[in-house]
């Protein structure tokens, strides 16, 4: 059971998205679900990389050599990247309209060893879903001179012509030496045919490799938009309506904190109760804590799941990484790091189908919520948040005790071979074995969401519905 396999068998669970850093590169790297890098690797690309801030316009008018892209710094470490019109552009502007086209992209050039994984993204044989480059598309449909972003905690940038456009190249600084992390940035503005291309690239990419990629991309107007390659991109009204009009918090924010007596509902290992309307029920026959991954079926135990333990097979200790952010006059740095040990939670569910009709490929899903009670408020625990008095801003864990869903589980369906239970005929019971890593710390505020819509990054009202199982240790 790969981890690239896992991205594949969840969406993405949403978690509370403390600075626009997070929000960004989340809304841009993880665009299909269902199909990106392992959540090991997306944990730090959204701790290394930057936001950018978008800003609005209107009027629509462009061509290549109407329209320069280029940088303007903005503080000892920040840069605008912006598209600058012309004079000539200036006094016909509002004499036409743009004609946007369809577009494919076809990738002129990739280093040795890189491969397709879908479209737009790309990485290296030898590191599938962990790095490489990502590239995402605009539509400049509020005029090619409209795009502006700010990025903040750049370590060096750069101009560069890609063939007839022109680009910018951003770095940011790298503060995990032993992990794949997304520290570069490019942008390339194709304004014959007003799109500008973001391309994400990670450490595992040299500078010199991922400018050649970029400036070897190219967008070929199509009237089949069935084309395999075909550039599904964001109009960037609406990306600038999202990220700018949209009234603070409005249609993002997340429920992290509710009422003790919302949780009401809580249940106990051993109680049954049921999971939707159906009349399917769940049962936690059993809570099992270890030092190492002996209780999982080696057969289904992931080669980076064994990359968590030592040579006697125990689990390795987290590392927690303290930065501090950077913005427009500083660069992110870290402030101290400290080592934690880390345990395997074990869990039995029985599944029941109480129902006069069998069920079949029946989801199931498992998200292990830190949960605190504080002042009569549940509290979900996402990471570590620094004291008044603190120098860092941002906590990264760098083991899998940082992901709160099913790391393992030994029960697999549906066409994908994922999560799903083929068959529970009426009347009769699916044992399913489930588990996830978690810090020795978080051992005492441990609730069990078995909600099929899952969720362990926020209070949902199915899962307070459902209930949570309270598994603390």
């Not at 939707?276 to 002996?294: H, R, Y």
């Not at 978690?438 to 926020?458: A, K, Q, R």
Request: net charge negative; hydrophobic share 35%; glycine share 8%.
């Amino acid at each position: 059971m790969g981890f690239e396999n896992l991205k594949q068998d969840f969406p993405k669970m949403p978690k509370e998205i403390q600075t626009m850093i997070r929000k960004e590169v989340e809304k841009q790297l993880i665009t299909e679900q269902a199909k990106t890098k392992n959540r090991k690797t997306v944990r730090r690309m959204l701790a290394a990389s930057l936001a950018a801030v978008m800003l609005c316009g209107v009027t629509v008018f462009a061509g290549v050599n109407l329209y320069r892209m280029q940088l303007q710094k903005t503080g000892e470490h920040g840069v605008s990247v912006e598209i600058e019109q012309s004079e000539e552009a200036a006094a016909q502007t509002g004499s036409e309209s743009a004609v946007i086209p369809n577009v494919r992209m076809e990738a002129g050039w990739l280093p040795e060893g890189m491969v397709r994984t879908e479209q737009g993204k790309y990485s290296y044989e030898s590191a599938l879903y962990q790095g490489g480059v990502s590239m995402t598309f605009y539509r400049m449909d509020t005029g090619d001179d409209k795009f502006e972003v700010q990025h903040g905690d750049v370590l060096s940038s750069e101009e560069f012509t890609a063939g007839k456009y022109q680009g910018v190249y951003l770095e940011y600084p790298d503060l995990f030496e032993d992990d794949i992390t997304f520290n570069q940035r490019i942008y390339v503005a194709y304004t014959d045919m007003h799109y500008v291309m973001e391309m994400y690239a990670a450490s595992d990419v040299s500078k010199e490799d991922a400018l050649k990629i970029a400036e070897n991309v190219k967008l070929i107007p199509v009237d089949d938009t069935d084309h395999e390659d075909f550039v599904v991109a964001q109009d960037w009204s609406l990306y600038q309506d999202s990220a700018d009009t949209r009234p603070e918090g409005e249609g993002c924010e997340t429920v992290t904190s509710v009422a003790a007596a919302e949780m009401s509902n809580t249940h106990k290992p051993g109680d049954i109760f049921p999971i939707g309307d159906q009349g399917l029920t769940a049962k936690v026959a059993d809570v099992k804590i270890s030092n190492d991954l002996s209780l999982l079926d080696a057969a289904w135990t992931d080669a980076e799941l064994k990359e968590e333990t030592d040579e006697s097979g125990s689990l390795r200790p987290a590392t927690i990484q303290y930065l501090k952010t950077g913005g427009t006059d500083d660069l992110s740095r870290e402030i101290s790091s400290r080592e934690i040990p880390q345990k395997l939670v074990y869990v039995t569910v029985e599944y029941q189908n109480t129902g006069s009709e069998d069920m079949t490929d029946v989801l199931f899903f498992g998200g292990l919520a830190r949960i605190r009670e504080a002042g009569g408020q549940m509290q979900i625990i996402q990471e570590e948040t620094p004291a008044d008095n603190e120098a860092w801003d941002l906590a990264v864990n760098h083991g899998l005790s940082a992901f709160h869903e099913m790391i393992y589980y030994d029960v697999h369906g549906g066409e994908r071979g994922n999560n799903y239970i083929e068959c529970i005929p009426s009347g009769e019971t699916v044992t399913v074995h489930m588990a996830w890593i978690v810090t020795e710390e978080e051992l005492s505020m441990l609730y069990l969401n078995l909600d099929p819509s899952g969720g362990s990054y926020e209070f949902s009202e199915s899962a307070l519905k459902t209930g949570y199982v309270d598994i603390r240790q």
